[in-house]
Every structure is written in C-alpha cells, then in structure tokens.
C-alpha cells in the first residue's frame, strides 16, 4: 500500500481524458500537461486566437465585511481600500522577513452584479495559488478572521480564456462581457450559470479568467470549445506563455526568501502605502520591504536572453566571465514566439544593466546570454 495521497480532481477531469491530455500531478491536482497537438501547437495557438486553459486547482476565496479591505492591507502591501468597484488589483503576502508567501489577485465586485455579498462574491474576491492556497486561508483567517469573514469557495471551477480572439468567443455567450478592460470583473450570467469574469490572466495575451460552479464547468468549458476560435491548452503552454511575458511562478522566481523589491515588483505598491504615504507600513514585514524600496535591496530579478539555441533551464548557475558565480536560473524555457532561449535569474545589481553579457552553465558547458528588458513578448492587454 502507497502512503502518496491520492491526486485530487479537477471538475473537468474526465473532459481532459476525452481530449485526450496527458496526465501530470501538479500542486496535489492531476492536471493536463498538453493535449495531442503538443505543447508548441497550444502556445502559438494561444498567441494567435485563444486558448482554454482549466486553472480550477487555483484557491478561490471571498472576503465579507466592511472592514474587509482594510484587514486585508494588513497582509498586503497593496492599496485594497481605494479598490474601485469592480477593478481587480495585483497583491503578494509577505512574511516577517519581508519574503513573498504568495501572490494573488483581489478584485472588489459590484453589488449591483453580484447581488448580496453573502450569495455572491463577498466584499473581496480572492484568487491564489494552488500550492499556496490551504497556508493562504489559514494566513487569513488566523490574522483577519475575527475582522471579516474569511470563505473558501472550493465548489467553484476557475476556467482562463486567453489570447486575441478570447473576447470573440465569450462574447457569444454573453456580449457585455466586451465591455471589460484589463483588471476589471463583474458578475455575468454564462448559459444560465451566474460566473465571476475578469479580464486578466497569466499568459500575457488579452483574455478572461471565469468562476463558475463546480457542477456547470463542464457544459461552460464545452460550449467555449465549440467555438471556432478556441482549442485546449495545459499546463506545459501556460508555463512557456507566461515566461516570454515576463511574469513570475510562485515556489520559483519569487519565494519565501525574495522580497518584492528583489523581484521587481515594485509596480505593485501603491504610493499611499510606502514610505511617507498615507496608509503607510502596517503589514507583515514592512520594515524590511521598506529598507529595499529606499535602496537595501542587493540583487535584482532579471531578463536573460539566449545567445545561441540551447535552451537554459531552472537550477542552471550563472556566472561571469571569469567564472564567478553570480546566481541561478529560476526559471527557463526555448521561448516558442521569441524563438530564442528566455530565462529568468537573480543577479547582483552591478550585472543587472540590460545587454550585460552571463553565461549559463548547462552539462558542464558554458552558453553565453545577454541581460534583457521583459517581456521578452510584448504583453497585449485590452486596456481600453
């Protein structure tokens, strides 16, 4: 008898199967890795109309209260108290440390789409990382729970539509959907089952990301299919997508042990929620993170470009000219759009000036790569 815990399903498990996936555990959850048209078929796909994506292994949870935001920016260094009505925000966790515990995406619904907060979809609507998402919940009732009501919603699916014809394609199903720009979301109704939309996701592309419930996935997941425009991507295209975008993997490129700062997430924190600004510090591991935006941080997460085809991948050290080890690849693939090796590395802040020239070392051979802005594909939201 095994002591491995058996890998838990998806709501659409038994769909991938008849698509014919193959099969991987990922983060607990037998998830598809790729269908028959193979991994580079389901990127470029993606970049060219759209591809759907399950993403139901992803934590799914609602905040009720009116002191939900501001519990929240407890944990977040982010500004959720001046979240406007259905806008969606970017937000990490940090830790004492001023590490990342993970990253997530809150978005505040409308009432007057969601209806009341309790049967809709709360005050707050959060979206994390599967690997993360027992910790997270655990994270937020044990801090905040006693200031808002903290509700997992495990019997919803989380499905991404994305790439440039995404938008053709739901909007058959409803038109209002088109009305949506880039981090915004709302309530919709989707074939008779009342879906949480936002336009965003992790690929780089336009796109949409759609909770639904667990028991109308599969009818949603097959009528998005039915659309010309649409085919079915795993985990192996959305890992290759999101790298050329230059977006970071949770447990890779950012960790426990990175701060913000390091990881060039700076963007992220509001003004009114650093140094000087009015709702400033007050979370997990402010001093530290206040420190690196004033000029402590060391080392810098960067761009890196092949210079030849091999591809670099995670694990691979990176070293000067001399041979001096300066960092490792934490994360790294043949960029199927670029057509060239892209990675990601943490370097010291003196080799971290784009066209700075490091070399990977792969099976004992060094291969020469150059610092790059990211993207390393231009990202292609629909802003409005």
């Known amino acids: ?22 099969m991987v555990p990922f983060a607990g959850y037998a998830m598809p890795v790729q269908y028959p048209s193979g991994l580079m078929a389901e990127h470029k796909h993606c970049r060219e109309a759209a591809a759907l994506f399950d993403v139901s292994h992803m934590g799914q949870v609602k905040l009720l209260g009116l002191e939900a935001a501001a519990a929240l920016e407890t944990l977040v260094p982010m500004d959720i108290v001046g979240l406007g009505v259905g806008k969606q925000r970017y937000a990490f966790f940090t830790n004492a440390a ?89 309530a919709f109704d989707l074939l008779g089952s009342r879906c949480f939309v936002t336009r965003s996701g992790y690929t780089g592309e336009d796109g949409f990301e759609i909770s639904v419930s667990a028991d109308q996935a599969v009818a949603l997941a097959e009528a998005l299919l039915a659309q010309p425009e649409v085919k079915p991507a795993g985990l192996g295209a959305r890992d290759t997508l999101r790298l050329e975008a230059g977006l970071c993997l949770y ?6 042990h990175t701060s913000p700062v390091e990881a060039g997430l700076s963007w992220a924190i509001q003004k009114v929620r650093r140094p000087g600004g009015a709702r400033e510090g007050g979370y997990i591991g402010a001093p530290v993170i206040e420190r690196h ?22 694990g691979s050290p990176i070293v000067d000219a001399t041979g001096q080890p300066l960092g490792t690849v934490t994360s790294g693939t043949l960029g199927p759009s670029v057509n060239l090796p892209v990675a ?8 971290t000036a784009a066209g700075t020239e490091v070399f990977a070392e792969v099976r004992g051979k060094r291969v020469p790569m150059r610092v790059a802005p990211m993207p390393f594909h231009p990202h292609r939201y629909h802003r409005g």
């Open 98 to 186: 001023g590490g990342l515990m993970d990253d997530l995406m809150v978005t505040r619904p409308a009432a007057a789409d969601a209806g009341d907060a309790v049967q809709g979809f709360g005050d707050l609507f959060l979206v994390v990382n599967a690997g993360c998402k027992d910790e997270d919940i655990r994270h937020l009732q044990k801090n905040i729970g006693r200031r808002c009501r903290v509700q997992p919603l495990p019997e919803r699916a989380l499905l991404a539509l994305q790439g440039p014809l995404a938008v053709a394609a739901l909007s058959r199903l409803n038109p209002a959907v088109a009305a949506l720009v880039f981090m915004t979301g709302g």
């Open 344 to 351: 990601m590395a943490y370097l010291p802040l003196a080799h």
């Open 293 to 314: 935006l004033t000029g402590a941080a060391q080392r810098k997460r960067v761009g890196l470009l092949g210079q030849d085809r091999m591809p670099v991948r995670e």
């Open 251 to 256: 447990g890779h490129d950012i960790t426990q």
């Open 1 to 22: 008898m095994s002591d491995t815990p058996a890998l838990l399903h998806t709501p659409l498990h038994d769909l991938h199967l008849r698509l014919g996936a193959r």
